[in-house]
T-cell receptor
Framework: EAGVAQSPRYKIIEKRQSVAFWCNPI?????LYWYQQILGQGPKLLIQ????????DSQLPKDRFSAERLKGVDSTLKIQPAKLEDSAVYLC???????????FGPGTRLTVL | GENVEQHPSTLSVQEGDSAVIKCTYS??????FPWYKQELGKRPQLIID?????GEKKDQRIAVTLNKTAKHFSLHITETQPEDSAVYFC???????????FGKGTLLTVNP
C-alpha cells in the first residue's frame, strides 16, 4: 500500500512569512497527526484529527499555527507568521485508529531565516 | 500531561554486543508503549510495541519489557549489527485519544 505523502520536502522562508504543508494519509486511515520534530528531540504532537474533527490540539500554538482536514482525507498545516524557533521537521502520520500503529510520512524540513 | 524520560542519550557498542535503552513515564493511565527507529534524514518507523496487559514482547533480535508498577519500559537489542545504528525513540500513550508522547531519543552507534 502507498505510504503517507507530504509536500514540500524542504522549505526555506524568512521570519514573519507564511508557509503551508500538505499531507495525504494512507487510504482508509481515519486518524491523522501533525508532529513537530526539532533537531535532537523526539516528535511533539501538534494536532490530532479523527476523520475531519480535531481530537487534540493542546500543543498547537494557535496564535500562529492552524490546521484543517477537509473531507476527512488530506490535511494542511499552516504557519503565519513564522518565527525562527519554528525551524524543524514537520511530520505527518496516520493510523487506522487512535490506538493503532502510526505510520509517518517523510516530513517537511522547514528553515526560518 | 504525560512525561517520558529516555536514557542514555547516546550509546556506542561493538557489533555483536547487546544494547539496552530505558524509558520512564509519568502517567499511570498510559497503556501503549511503542518504539520507533529513525535513521538520519528518514521518517520514524515502528520496530516493536507493547501494551500494558503484557510484561514482555520479543521479535527476533528485539525485545521490550514493561514494568507498570515502576512505570518504566526498556528496549533490548541483541547481536547488534551496523545497520542497527540509528536514533531510537520510546513513546507512551493512553487516555481516550491515545496521544503519543515521545522521549528525546537515543543515538545508537554499532561499531564494526
Amino acid at each position: 500500500e502507498a505510504g503517507v505523502a507530504q509536500s514540500p520536502r524542504y522549505k526555506i522562508i524568512e521570519k514573519r512569512q507564511s508557509v503551508a504543508f500538505w499531507c495525504n494519509p494512507i487510504s482508509g486511515h481515519a486518524t491523522l497527526y501533525w508532529y513537530q520534530q526539532i533537531l535532537g528531540q523526539g516528535p511533539k504532537l501538534l494536532i490530532q484529527f479523527q476523520n475531519n474533527g480535531v481530537v487534540d490540539d493542546s500543543q498547537l500554538p494557535k496564535d500562529r499555527f492552524s490546521a484543517e482536514r477537509l473531507k476527512g482525507v488530506d490535511s494542511t498545516l499552516k504557519i503565519q507568521p513564522a518565527k525562527l524557533e519554528d525551524s524543524a521537521v514537520y511530520l505527518c502520520a496516520s493510523s487506522s485508529g487512535p490506538a493503532n500503529e502510526q505510520f509517518f510520512g517523510p516530513g517537511t524540513r522547514l528553515t526560518v531565516l | 500531561g504525560e512525561n517520558v524520560e529516555q536514557h542514555p542519550s547516546t550509546l556506542s557498542v561493538q557489533e555483536g554486543d547487546s544494547a539496552v535503552i530505558k524509558c520512564t513515564y509519568s502517567d499511570s493511565a498510559s497503556n501503549y508503549f511503542p518504539w520507533y527507529k529513525q535513521e538520519l534524514g528518514k521518517r520514524p518507523q515502528l520496530i516493536i510495541d507493547i501494551r500494558s496487559n503484557v510484561g514482555e514482547k520479543k521479535d527476533q533480535r528485539i525485545a521490550v519489557t514493561l514494568n507498570k508498577t515502576a512505570k518504566h519500559f526498556s528496549l533490548h537489542i541483541t547481536e547488534t549489527q551496523p545497520e542497527d545504528s540509528a536514533v531510537y525513540f520510546c513513546a507512551a500513550s493512553g487516555g481516550s485519544n491515545y496521544k503519543l508522547t515521545f522521549g528525546k531519543g537515543t543515538l545508537l552507534t554499532v561499531n564494526p
